[in-house]
Nanobody, 121 residues
Framework: QVQLVESGGGLVQAGGSLRLSCAASGRTLSSYHMGWFRQAPGKEREFVAAISWHGGTTDYADSVKGRFTISRDNAKNTVYLQMNSLKPEDTADYYC??????????????WGQGTQVTVSS
């Protein structure tokens, strides 16, 4: 059973940057498309970004396009999310998960604990 552990969140001022990491144990991620999702207080979890298993294809929600970059290091079984030009509306708990190919839907039924990102204005 895969265990996903997100880290790198924190409190940052608007315009700042953070780099999130998602480390996996129990299963290699190299054969999965991977993605980041976020859930703001009182809202449903939403798709943020995805990357193909080989890293050659990426997909972003319109709200983060041009500001966030997803990447992966299959040798380290880790996925990253570089977040620049952060806005208060980016405040949320961020989660990683595998992604159903050609969709923006999560694949694994279980989620990690997430990492909290708070952007102050």
């Amino acid at each position: 059973q895969v265990q996903l552990v997100e880290s790198g969140g924190g409190l940052v001022q608007a315009g700042g940057s953070l780099r999130l990491s998602c480390a996996a144990s129990g299963r290699t991620l190299s054969s999965y498309h991977m993605g980041w999702f976020r859930q703001a207080p009182g809202k449903e979890r939403e798709f943020v970004a995805a990357i193909s298993w080989h890293g050659g294809t990426t997909d972003y929600a319109d709200s983060v396009k041009g500001r966030f970059t997803i990447s992966r290091d299959n040798a380290k079984n880790t996925v990253y999310l570089q977040m620049n030009s952060l806005k208060p509306e980016d405040t949320a708990d961020y989660y990683c998960n595998a992604v159903v190919p050609s969709t923006r839907r999560p694949l694994f039924g279980s989620w990690g604990q997430g990492t909290q990102v708070t952007v102050s204005s």
